[in-house]
């Protein structure tokens, strides 16, 4: 409990000014242990038949779920990565293609479009991120994948316009992932004829 305070504190500064420096989500894996840390509290008499619900509550709620697999299926489905030699690059928008740095083994990309999510970090921290910038037209490849959920929120407008754009001029085909609605997947297969 006492761990994550400072990060409880943060998250509820950051609601209350707007400014997103601490999202919730990164209390998430935590949930569990909290649940432990408190266990003598939730065995009390006089407190326990309050706070056992709002742990159970809080484990459930928002995106608690994400934690309680198989209760949910909308966990990022990533294995299209062991496929990766199929493809020469992943190509996606700023904040979608962060975690593809960690588990891709081909080149990833980000676009580079004047508005875009996250647009607050400085060229030196996309950077130390790993984030590679540049138009899917200068590179050089034949098959790609396009990180993009047109009917997502993670993308600017000026990211949903260059991604349909990229659909449109090399045919994107959806490629179906577990952790979509059907017909609502976020990966893309692009190729290049030229």
């Known amino acids: 409990v006492l761990a994550y305070m400072p990060l409880m504190l943060g998250v509820i500064a950051s609601l209350l000014t707007g400014t ?9 894996p935590g949930v569990p242990f909290l649940a432990i840390a408190w266990a003598g509290l939730l065995r009390r008499r006089d407190v326990g038949w309050v706070l056992l619900p709002l742990v159970v509550i809080s484990l459930m709620a928002n995106d608690g779920y994400y934690s309680a697999w198989p209760v949910s299926r909308h966990v990022a489905d990533y294995t299209f990565l062991e496929n990766g030699a199929q493809v020469d690059l992943i190509y996606g928008s700023n904040t979608g293609i962060l975690p593809m740095l960690l588990y891709a083994d081909v080149p990833v990309y980000a676009a580079d479009v004047p508005d875009y999510a996250g647009a607050g970090l400085s060229r030196r921290t996309e950077q130390l991120l790993g ?5 899917l037209e200068s590179l050089e490849w034949s098959r790609a994948y396009l990180l993009f959920k047109d009917t997502g929120v993670l993308e600017s407008e000026a990211e949903r316009t260059y991604a349909r754009e990229l659909l449109a ?9 577990s952790d979509s609605e059907p017909g609502e997947s976020y990966l893309w ?3 290049n004829n030229n």
């Open 131 to 135: 984030i590679q910038k540049a138009p």
């Open 20 to 28: 997103g420096a601490v999202i919730h989500r990164v209390l998430v």
């Open 189 to 191: 297969l692009l190729r």
């Open 169 to 177: 001029k090399y045919n994107g085909v959806r490629i179906p992932t």
